[in-house]
Nanobody, 123 residues
């Protein structure tokens, strides 16, 4: 059974940085599409970044391009989301997802989700 466990959320000031982790079990992160979504209060869940390393495709939402970076640690079977230059509008629950497909237009059809980690950007 596939499990995704996020960690690393918290309170950070505007302009600060955080690194989120998504520890996976039951699936090798380097072999599947992996991504991060977020859901702000009162808003729909949206994709932030997604990647399929095996085919070299990465998608970043326009709102985070140049500030967020996705990476992985094969030994830990963990995916990371490095978030820099954080803004109050980045405040949301961040979810890790796996499966599906990644295209230059987005990320679709994921089949496993984590439970999320809260990121609050505020002074």
């Amino acid at each position: 059974q596939v499990q995704l466990v996020e960690s690393g959320g918290g309170l950070v000031q505007p302009g600060g940085s955080l690194r989120l982790s998504c520890a996976a079990s039951g699936r090798t992160v380097s072999s599947y599409a992996m991504g991060w979504f977020r859901q702000a209060p009162g808003k729909e869940r949206e994709v932030v970044v997604a990647v399929r390393w095996s085919v070299g495709i990465t998608y970043y939402a326009d709102a985070v391009k140049g500030r967020f970076t996705i990476s992985r640690d094969n030994a830990r079977n963990t995916v990371y989301l490095q978030m820099n230059s954080l803004k109050p509008e980045d405040t949301a629950v961040y979810y890790c997802a796996s499966g599906g497909i990644v295209t230059p237009q987005g990320y679709y059809g994921m089949d496993y989700w984590g439970k999320g980690t809260l990121v609050t950007v505020s002074s």
